[in-house]
Structure formats: C-alpha cells, structure tokens
C-alpha cells in the first residue's frame, strides 16, 4: 500500500496557476516505482461528489482529463523521484476544492481510466484549492 502526500494547493485569484505534487511511498519489490502505477488527480467541491480531473497511465502520453480542464490542466510524472504533478493554469472559481491524488497498479498499456473506482486504491490526504479574487 502506496503513502501519498499532496502538496501545492493554496489560495488563488481567478486567471491564475498552481502546480500540485503528489509524493509518493511505500513501494514493494515487484512495484518498485511509479513506473509500474496510473496516478489520477481527483477533486471535490463543497456538497459535490469526487471527480476525475486528470490521469496518466504508465507512459506519459497515456493521458485522460476532465472536458473541464482540458487545455488548462497538465499531468505529468517523474518515475525517478516517484512524484505526479498537475500544472493548473487560467484557473476559474469552479475549480475549488480539495485536491486529491490516487494510484492504480497497471500491468498493460491500456488508456487510462479517470473515474472514481476501486481500482484506484490508495489516496492522499488531500490539498484545498481556492480560486476566488
């Protein structure tokens, strides 16, 4: 079972960008990095249910995102340090809320999926993003 530890969120005015990073830990010997895991980032909105924001599978250009955040969004990342990101720009008021990330092992190559699913079974804590002027 992964640790995961986001970090990043904050406060922001409409327009503006931040990067969130999802550190993680606690790998085995047959899934000894990132490599071997599809990483989403999810979110949740006061009084919404959690939603899908953007995924990547095992190689980088396996990557799903929320028709919301599509050209504003970017997922990536670095296998070496074990470490996902997601680059928010052009940020909107509708982007508040709790950040989170999640891991799902992935033996094939298939698309990723971007849905909340058991299937991706551990989770970080969370980071509040705030997109208000």
């Known amino acids: 079972q992964l640790t995961l530890v986001e970090s990043g969120g904050g406060l922001v005015q409409p327009g503006g960008s931040l990067r969130l990073s999802c550190a993680a830990s606690g790998f085995n010997l047959d899934y000894y990095n990132l490599d071997y895991y599809a990483i989403g980032w999810f979110r949740q909105a006061p009084g919404k249910e959690r939603e899908g924001v953007a995924c990547?599978?095992?190689?980088?250009?396996?990557?799903r995102y929320a028709d919301s955040v599509k050209g504003r969004f970017t997922i990536a990342k670095d296998n070496a340090k074990n470490t996902a990101y997601l680059q928010m720009t052009s940020l909107k008021p509708e982007d508040t809320g709790v950040y989170y990330c999640?891991?799902?092992?992935?033996?094939?190559?298939?698309?990723?999926?971007?849905?909340?699913?058991?299937?991706?079974?551990?989770w970080g804590q969370g980071t509040q993003v705030t997109v208000s002027s």
């Open positions: 990547i599978g095992r190689k980088s250009d396996n990557t």
């Open positions: 999640a891991t799902e092992s992935v033996v094939g190559a298939q698309k990723v999926a971007c849905t909340v699913s058991p299937t991706y079974d551990d």
